[in-house]
Nanobody, 118 residues
Framework: VQLQASGGGLVQAGDSLRVFCVAS????????MGWFRQAPGKERELVAT????????YYADSVKGRFTVSRDNGKNTVYLQMNSLKPEDTAVYYC????????????WGQGTQVTVSS
């Protein structure tokens, strides 16, 4: 499964942005999906996850209440809606897919840059 993340850009603090990730195969509907981010000089961190059905989600404390993860299995797409963006949200955002729940992901997208100016 190939994952293609898009939608990043340059925004101002307080703005909203939606990044999305399109999968190449319909097996996407069987994958749990995650959004990660990596800022310069920092380790990659998990931002949000969504189960294969969309019935379960998880958010890092740093984005809880501001970010929303969703998916459309009919379009092989997972979304990350980011509201009230802060400069500290600046990072490359990656989508990833996993066959089974756990710490490891089997498929990774190439990342999309999100830059939030103050």
């Amino acid at each position: 499964v190939q994952l293609q993340a898009s939608g990043g850009g340059l925004v101002q603090a307080g703005d909203s942005l939606r990044v999305f990730c399109v999968a190449s195969r319909r097996t996407f509907s069987t994958l749990n999906m995650g959004w990660f981010r990596q800022a310069p000089g920092k380790e990659r961190e998990l931002v949000a996850t969504i189960s294969w059905s969309g019935g379960a989600t998880y958010y890092a404390d740093s984005v809880k209440g501001r970010f929303t993860v969703s998916r459309d299995n009919g379009k092989n797409t997972v979304y990350l809606q980011m509201n009230s963006l802060k400069p500290e949200d600046t990072a490359v955002y990656y989508c990833a897919g996993q066959i089974k729940s756990g710490p490891n992901y089997d498929y990774w997208g190439q990342g999309t840059q999100v830059t939030v100016s103050s």
